[in-house]
DNA sequence: TTGTACGCGTTATCAA
DNA sequence: TTGATAACGCGTACAA
């Protein structure tokens, strides 16, 4: 069914049919028919057709870097919710955690496809910021923060000051163990905020006390022993990523060293699983669903021109004290 | 930049920078032009003019209850990478567990936007199955068996058997916790896989040691209870998820009874925090990953007609067995 | 081997 | 309030 045989079955000019399926500056008379001879015949216009004409796809781009994930999940979900009451669908690009597929997508997405663009970053190079800058649709950058484009983020650095500061409570010997720093949110960010909680309490940034891990549980593993025959007397360890912690509770357990009793350890990122091991995880949570629900809006709002101004939008946290360490 | 304007600065035709891109019947000389000025302009032909030439979108629509849960995450990998090796794109339809939203949007695909539909299903109704039928462009369901319709699903029947027959070495006292049987693979064929196992032990079905629950780790927690208050003696429960199975530990420790010494408990899933809890999770694992790789193909296989008849394909399965069910 | 000309299904302009 | 008609960007018979 093509809007000419709508128009000919109503007797109208495929003007009219058009007008009605839009301004809708159509006489009550053939209005009627029009309905019934639309629904009669079940027509959908063609999307193609309408975006030729346009320019208008009616659809966003979503970049993921895997989607086997609860935090990247929540955010998708949040993201469907807020664009599809704005009647946009969406159209999501599995990078597989891939850097070379993040830039090839997002310049698929720039030539056709979307109307917008957003991108879950995890590590975001100098190529990638050239490239959204001179993207012709909008671009919104979710859960890292990056000077001069529009980002919704968690607030990696206080959330992961105030875990320290409230376990520095009970000792000052606080391990880390962090991921790479080329992720500036889970590497960079979090890794300041340990340290400036040390440093409000006058303690001394010491490496003795830091280890680097990939973002695995076997990688916490590896990362948690390596640290305690580093720093055979650390009180208490904050790990990055609740998935690094999930390890270190591991090894801990398994040298039989008494958690939270003898060494304290805390995650981030409040994953479920948390409350599911013995002892539970102390960890940070984030709004993945109100992140990327905020990130469809402000995409929007880009998208129809409400919002000129570029915006960047900080989201909130909660400490989760479970059993791992009481703080 | 349009073919048109390529076509202009190469001194050529329209139809020439057509067949180049395409059928590629040109002259090495102007073939070598078009190429620098292609490359140079960083000119890609407009996908909805393709589409509206060539009826073909080169988009797969997927359609998912939720985004947020392992299975789920490994299917659509496995989707991502068959059909990206196939220049095939992925468009992702999020149901937020409503059946109302999966009828929506099979519709929507298939007036327009795709070439083919991948339904990750949970419940079937007879809406489905007509809709299914009576699409015009192919359709794969995923996870779940439909007469009649191609589809890629998990054998829950057996694996679920296998689990329970082993589980009988040890005791001819198990009980069950199901899910809804509206969904035909985790409700119905999981019950039938215990069932049948019990009878060809010559043990008769007792509805006194099944109880029902929703697929949450508080209902796993409840419908545990009730099962230990209806049936005391049970000596082993197989859960239809793992999240229940998770829910049923929970309860059980909580009771102070020893797992597996006095109950055994095992889930069905493979999910990767069974293996974090504490005892570790016996269960069934899945191969979510290459049923979504399947699953692409075969629909890419059926959009270009490679593939007239239709196909199910019947997964295999894993038993993972960990400390929570020494079977 | 190349170019002309038409059509895909819409929306937008303009005149009536 | 309506209808002719051009245009969107491309692919493809067909003729050259």
Not at 77 to 89: C, L, N, P, T
Not at 229 to 258: H, M, Q, S
Request: hydrophobic share 40%; net charge positive.
């Amino acid at each position: 069914m093509t809007i000419k045989e709508i128009a000919e079955l109503a007797g109208v000019s495929r003007a009219t049919v058009s007008r009605y399926l839009n301004d809708g500056y159509v006489s009550e008379e053939k209005r009627k028919i029009l309905k019934k001879v639309i629904e009669e015949n079940s027509y959908v216009p063609s999307t193609q057709a309408q975006t030729l004409r346009t320019k208008r796809t009616g659809t966003i781009g979503v970049i993921i870097p895997r989607v086997n994930s609860e935090a990247i999940g929540g955010m998708i979900d949040g993201i469907s919710d807020s664009i599809a009451e704005s009647g946009y669908r969406l159209m999501l690009a599995n990078t597989a955690n891939n850097e070379k597929n993040e830039i090839k997508y997002l310049r698929a997405f720039n030539e056709n496809f979307v109307d917008g663009v957003i991108l879950i970053g995890t590590i975001i190079t100098g190529e990638h910021k050239r490239l959204v800058s001179g993207m012709n649709v909008p671009v919104v950058v979710l859960a890292q923060k990056v000077e001069g484009v529009s980002c919704v983020y968690h607030d990696d650095f206080n959330s992961v000051k105030d875990l320290t500061a409230r376990m520095l409570k009970k000792t000052d010997r606080i391990g880390y163990i962090g991921v790479t720093e080329r992720d500036k949110a889970a590497g960079l960010s979090r890794k300041n905020g340990y340290k400036t909680a040390l440093g409000s309490k006058g303690i001394k940034y010491d490496d003795k006390y830091i280890v680097k891990s990939d973002f695995s549980i076997e990688g916490g593993y590896k990362a948690c022993n390596e640290l305690i025959e580093k720093a055979p007397d650390v009180r208490g360890i904050i790990c990055a990523t609740d998935n690094i912690a999930v390890g270190a509770v591991k090894l801990l357990k398994d040298r039989g060293i008494a958690i939270p009793d003898r060494i304290m350890v805390a995650g981030v990122g409040g994953n479920i699983f948390g409350e599911m091991i013995e002892p539970s995880l102390t960890t940070v949570g984030y709004y993945y669903d109100a992140c990327g629900l905020e990130a469809g809006r402000l995409l929007v709002d880009m998208i129809k021109g409400k919002t000129k101004a570029r915006r960047e939008i900080k989201m909130g946290y909660e400490i989760i004290v479970r059993n791992s360490a009481l703080i």
